[in-house]
């Protein structure tokens, strides 16, 4: 019998000598993939540690410690994330901690911190279950857990020498939006080793001017971070909606109720919660963080950052440290009012421009060396004062920082100065005089809204659409001359205008339909011509913008139906300020009732549930604003140009 070499050499291989010189077995239960990979640099100046932290409940939390070799009584900055604390404590691979580590830890890494990252209850590689936005323990949290016990359990276990030898018992807190949320909700029952906190753009209320709302009317560019968020416990895939223009695609889908169903979002607890709750009742306003922090006022040292431009959260901050302040808490809490959009701060490069605008100083360089940095060394190192003040705000018509001794300095009482009404006028005219009364009126059309940016643009790629992180310092010319767009302005101004606060619409106008919504934009328009600069020539910038659903005039709470041809009175807040109008400007309103695609289509017909409503409802109404000492006016918050009195040393 022959035997073929091919089955010679087979069996030669499969002889067990032969199989214990080959190594091995190449496929093992399990695979190649381990649960966890971390690459490790050969040689580190710090030690990297991941731990499971216990809260009350049993859950354990997944956190991460980056402590500086040879530290030995070290203060320890904290970041409780959603967005997976993994990722957000890796920005290289580096042996060094200031490069492994974020942009936002640099100045810490400098000073000597150890540096916590921790993934909030649910999501990434914590345990228990995830709520989008965790109320407070109460009526709306019956577990008798939430962000404030879960970093009270945190830092007890952080500040226990057996756990963190190197730590030196003090804990500050920090984070920008909804990090900045997880922060301020640890103040409502801090723990004592927890000595200062700062919270950077936070969620405070989402109903009536952070992300899902404002004043009612429903910014449906955040449907895509919805399903992100709640759709996976690490990030879920965002539904497509195309590249083209978002213009088109909300508008042919109907109501955002629509747009989501049609893409599965009734899977979703956090998006059926929504749609359940469009008015601000005890769902809203029982988890609003301004009214449990008045509530519940600490004494922990903290410094509110709310960014003038913030696309975002440009309410929660603002209101926080006003309710603080009112709730007697005057010497522990300050704020910091920059030029910036939101998390603008947390950026390595972009602190001396926002937008088309460039600043005299990298003011994102100035943020963390000469405000953050020196508040946490005083509370957590025992360093010098950092003599903060109550109000270091950015001037963005005199390009500079300013320390003021209090904010707001005007408002509608309480403050240095009164609100300042600024009354609309016949052909277009803007004038601080009431002049004759009179009204204007244009068309409202649900299928030709007013768009928020200039067509087309898309939000596929959420914050990484370029449009998107500046577009509240966009040139305004887009809208202004649309005859559904009401533009008012002064004569050109011979002396500068200075406005220190939060003006206040109040829209007196009557509609044809029973419901509608008000845009109110406050602009600075640069002067027509610039040589030096050519595509500022003209320019419409706003400096305050937000909108108001009609259907709450009355209450936030039980909205009702707008009598037809009747005149109705609109009063709201807008976002605060800290400019000055040069003289060769003029200052600027526009008014408008829709702002699309960023904020859903009020279909101008009064139904119960916006997110419900047909496409029958969607009708054409006109709109007439009344003039004169009587009608609409915005109330601004003018003060003197020369405000060295109100100077903090």
Not at 142 to 157: K, L, Q, R, S
Request: aromatic share 10%.
């Amino acid at each position: 019998m022959k035997v073929s070499k091919i089955s010679l050499a087979l069996a030669l291989a499969l002889s067990p000598g032969a199989l214990h010189a080959q190594g091995t077995p190449v496929v093992v239960p399990g695979g190649d993939i381990p649960k966890s990979y971390t690459p490790i640099a050969a040689e580190t100046d710090f030690d990297r540690r991941e731990v499971k932290i216990p809260m009350r409940d049993g859950v354990k939390l997944h956190t991460i410690i980056l402590v500086p070799k040879g530290a030995a009584n070290a203060p320890i900055l904290m970041d409780r994330t959603p967005y997976n604390a993994t990722a957000r404590s890796t920005r290289s691979t580096s042996g060094k901690m200031i490069n492994a580590l974020p942009f936002e830890n640099e100045e810490f890494v400098r000073n000597g911190y150890i540096i916590v990252w921790q993934d909030t209850r649910g999501k990434f590689k914590s345990e228990g279950d995830y709520t989008m936005i965790m109320p407070a323990a109460g009526p709306l949290n019956p577990t008798g857990v939430d962000h404030a016990t879960d970093a009270y359990d945190t830092i007890a276990w952080l500040v226990d020498k057996a756990n963190l030898p190197e730590g030196n018992g003090r804990v500050g807190m920090i984070g920008s939006s909804y990090e900045g949320y997880t922060t301020a909700s640890a103040l409502l029952n801090p723990h004592p080793a927890l000595r200062a906190a700062a919270p950077e753009s936070p969620i405070i209320d989402g109903w009536m001017g952070d992300d899902w709302f404002h004043h009612g009317a429903f910014r449906q560019l955040m449907l895509g971070f919805v399903a992100m968020q709640s759709g996976d416990k690490a990030f879920a895939a965002t539904p497509p909606h195309g590249s083209g223009d978002d213009y088109h695609v909300f508008r042919e889908a109907g109501s955002a109720g629509d747009w989501a169903r049609a893409r599965g979002f009734d899977q979703l607890p956090a998006w059926k919660r929504i749609v359940a709750n469009p008015e601000y009742n005890q769902t809203w306003s029982g988890q609003a963080l301004d009214k449990l922090l008045a509530a519940n006022p600490s004494d922990v040292p903290t410094l509110w950052v709310q960014p003038f431009w913030d696309q975002e959260d440009s309410y929660g901050a603002i209101t926080a440290f006003e309710a603080l302040r009112k709730a007697g808490k005057t010497g522990n809490n300050h704020i910091i009012l920059g030029p910036w959009f939101h998390s603008q701060i947390n950026r390595s490069a972009g602190g001396r421009s926002t937008g088309a605008f460039n600043w005299s100083s990298d003011t994102v360089a100035d943020y963390w060396k000469k405000m953050i940095l020196p508040f946490f060394n005083q509370h957590l190192k025992d360093g010098p004062p950092a003599n903060m003040p109550v109000a270091t705000a950015y001037n963005t018509g005199e390009d500079k920082w300013e320390k003021l001794k209090a904010w707001p300095l005007a408002c509608e009482s309480g403050c240095p100065a009164p609100l300042t009404p600024i009354y609309l006028a016949a052909e277009g005219g803007l004038s601080f005089k009431p002049g004759a009364a009179g009204e204007d009126s244009y068309v409202s059309d649900p299928a030709k809204p007013v768009p928020f940016l200039p067509r087309p643009f898309s939000m596929q790629k959420s914050v990484y659409t370029p449009e998107w992180p500046v577009w509240l310092v966009s040139d305004q010319r887009h809208a202004d001359g649309r005859p559904d767009v009401m533009t008012y302005a002064t004569e050109v101004l011979t002396r500068p205008v200075r406005v220190s606060g939060a003006p206040i619409a109040e829209i007196v106008a009557r509609t044809t339909g029973t419901d509608g919504d008000f845009v109110v934009k406050v602009i600075d328009v640069f002067p027509q011509e610039n040589e030096t600069n050519p595509k500022m020539a003209g320019y419409e910038l706003p400096i305050s913008l937000d909108i108001f659903r009609g259907r709450y005039r009355n209450s936030f709470a039980r909205p009702t139906a707008i009598p037809k041809g009747k005149t109705q009175t609109y009063k709201f807040r807008l976002p605060t300020v800290n400019h000055v109008f040069q003289p060769g400007h003029r200052i600027m309103v526009q008014i408008q009732s829709s702002l699309f695609p960023l904020y859903d289509r009020n279909p101008q017909t009064f139904v119960p549930n916006i997110f419900n409503a047909k496409k029958d409802d969607y009708k054409a109404a006109t709109v007439t604003l009344e003039r004169g000492a009587a009608g609409t006016r915005i109330w601004l918050p003018v003060v003197s140009v020369d405000q060295s009195a109100m100077m903090a040393e």
